[in-house]
């Protein structure tokens, strides 16, 4: 004779209070993380994203090339990313799918997206010289190429402001200093922010048009921020190195890379003022931060 186990019957209501969580359950979103940054993984620089808070890392690619710049397109579910060999690919956060962009150029450096999604902004040099290079801009199907500055020895990091109407780039002439410029695309006119200040790199846009940069006018690179009165504030200082500044949303924040902790990791200081925060903890390094809707 068979045992008959006895049937457990669970009331509909407390049924569904128990899966309720798994039903309401949304799936994972670019957006819950939104700090885009380079961690060395397994031989190659490769994209990750994480929370601004630190949490939630994510390896984003697996591919076996080294990248070098990365920039949010606006709905936070892709990303530019820019290659040491001057490869250029739209990659999907979730899936870590690389969509090759072809240009009628090979070679670009600091590829960045346009606020809109429909431009990018690259450094490229057309002659056998390294330090030879200007600052170019071609529309995402490789229409409209166009070659913005026409200047001596080496124009480069460009990065668009937040209305897409002007950009900023450093330009070095060879001697001690790499300084500021600003170029309005609707004049095509040019204007030097920064004159013999010793070298600036990294700039990044507020959204109300600060700029933040690291600059070794101190005597060490420190991250500074530069009004819109030309009046510039060091935030930092740290016998450390502490470069590629990245600005929250609202201003009101910081995050950057410092060598601080004795390998290149990703810390986290308020504008006004504050100790800063260790954000990542990658052995091989992490760097190159990019908070969305910020370039």
Known sequence: MKAKW?????PLLYLLCLLSPILMAEPTSSKDQDVAYLA?????????????????????????YDKSRVSWYTDGKYLLLNGNQGELVKVDVLTGKEIPIVLPLKGMNDAVISPDGKQILFS?????SIDDNNIWLVNTDGNQLKKLTNMSYLQHEPVWAPDGNSLYFLSGKGDQSHDIWRFDLKDKRQEQLTVAQLYHFDIAVSPNGDLAFSSNRSGNYEIWIQGQNQTAKQITAHPALDARPTWSPDGTTLIFESTRNGHAGLWKIPVKGGAATLLTHHQDGARAPVWWYTQ
């Open 6 to 10: 006895p049937i457990i019957r669970f």
């Open 40 to 64: 060395f993984t397994q031989g190659y620089w490769q994209l990750w994203v994480m929370n601004h808070d630190g949490v939630n890392h994510k390896q984003v690619t697996h591919s076996h």
């Open 124 to 128: 490229l040099s057309t002659s056998d």
